[in-house]
């Protein structure tokens, strides 16, 4: 049995003990009080009285052996932590200093789509227009793609053209591999919703 488990049957001994010894005092108080001013109790009232002054003391007592219990350990766990004593006079180990976090925070997307860029980011730039019968453009444009991240099954192509609410064109091939998308917004579309798609895609492609 290890130290842990005696030192919980010694505390679970001493609170048995204290209810005994409380409910004998209640028990015998009772007797000697009813004899004193000469009433007669009922037949087993000093034993029940007692019974119940064990059982409240039992309870009562739970929560300081409780405590005491976990002093005890904490005490135990601190001995074994000091296994080395701490010596004075030695220097205090260096602190690495760690460089902040200089990573580029994602384009947040605005809740209205206004003539201007709306992302401009590594090998992509989407920018907002208005065409006729003021009817809002997106145009995209891509640098560096290859065909497969352009087209894939994966690709900046198609993500866009899932994206309800815009109408997209064929995409136009430029000198050196660069390719533009234009997309005219569906009348009642979603916008906080559509640009926010849109960034959220283009960021898989930086």
Not at 52 to 66: D, L, M
Not at 68 to 81: D, K, P, Q, V
Not at 114 to 131: A, I, K, M
Not at 141 to 166: I, Y
Request: net charge positive; aromatic share 6%.
């Amino acid at each position: 049995m290890d130290k842990c488990q005696r030192q919980r049957l010694t505390l679970l001994s001493l609170r048995g003990l204290l209810s005994a010894c409380v409910g004998l005092v209640t028990g015998f108080g009772a007797y000697m009080v009813a004899k004193h001013f000469g009433v007669e109790l009922p037949g087993g009232t000093e034993v029940l009285s007692g019974c119940a002054a064990g059982a409240i003391t039992w309870f009562a007592a739970r929560s300081k052996f409780q405590f005491t219990e976990e002093c005890m350990h904490m005490a135990r766990g601190a001995e074994l932590r000091q296994d080395r004593p701490v010596q004075l006079g030695k220097a205090r180990p260096v602190r690495t200093m760690v460089a902040p976090n200089t990573t580029k925070p994602a384009t947040s997307a605005p809740a209205v789509l206004n003539n201007g860029p709306l992302f401009s980011r590594g090998r992509l730039q989407v920018s907002v227009e208005t065409g006729e019968d003021a009817i809002k453009v997106l145009v995209v444009r891509t640098k560096g793609l290859s065909g497969s991240e352009f087209k894939g099954n994966n690709g900046l192509r198609p993500r866009l053209e899932a994206v309800a609410g815009v109408k997209w064109e064929n995409p136009k091939n430029e000198q050196n591999g660069n390719r533009t998308m234009t997309g005219k917004l569906v009348k009642g579309a979603n916008e906080s919703e559509i640009a926010a798609k849109i960034v959220s895609i283009c960021e898989r492609f930086v």
